[in-house]
């Protein structure tokens, strides 16, 4: 009986890493994408600037 007990603490362990793991990797991809948000708007804002300048006004 401790046999199977001692399988359901390691599984449980386990699970309870892999869950600890994902939440990182979830608040890696928020910062990320966050970062690249920011990114392309600084890119339409130099984009933008250069469409004036190309405008014939």
């Known amino acids: 009986m401790e046999h199977g007990i001692a399988l359901v603490k390691g599984a449980v362990a386990s699970l309870d890493q ?3 793991q994902n939440a990182a990797l979830v608040e890696r991809s928020a910062a990320a994408a966050q970062s690249m948000a920011a990114q392309a708007s600084r890119l339409a804002e ?3 600037a250069f469409r004036r300048a190309a405008d014939p006004a």
């Open 18 to 20: 892999e869950t600890q």
């Open 46 to 48: 130099a984009v933008a």
